[in-house]
Nanobody, 118 residues
Framework: QVQLVESGGGLVQAGGSLRLSCEAS????????TGWYRQAPGKQRELVAA???????NYADSVKGRFAISRDNAKNTVFLQINSLKAEDTAVYFC????????????WGQGTQVTVSS
């Protein structure tokens, strides 16, 4: 059974930093498109950063310059470095990994809470 496990969330003061990790079992990230999403209370889940199988990255406008997604192929782990945290970054952060080709598999982690105090 495929599992994505996020870690690294927590309570941090505004202006601080966190590094989130997403580890996978039974899939190899370098063959997948992997993204970090977040969902704040009462809001829809939104994509904040993604990394393609060939390493290209893209970011939501709201996090450009503050968030950085990366992948360690040897550790089969995807990271999200979050800097200059703001209160509006408070959310549950989810890791998602999918293939846009057969067999079109799609996996989600359970999420990790990030809370920013102002």
């Amino acid at each position: 059974q495929v599992q994505l496990v996020e870690s690294g969330g927590g309570l941090v003061q505004a202006g601080g930093s966190l590094r989130l990790s997403c580890e996978a079992s039974r899939i190899i990230f370098m063959f997948y498109l992997t993204g970090w999403y977040r969902q704040a209370p009462g809001k829809q889940r939104e994509l904040v950063a993604a990394i393609s199988s060939d390493g290209r990255t893209n970011y939501a406008d709201s996090v450009k310059g503050r968030f950085a997604i990366s992948r360690d192929n040897a550790k089969n782990t995807v990271f999200l470095q979050i800097n200059s945290l703001k209160a509006e970054d408070t959310a549950v952060y989810f890791c998602n990994s999918r293939r846009d080709a057969y067999p079109y598999d799609n996996y989600w982690g359970q999420g990790t809470q990030v809370t920013v105090s102002s």
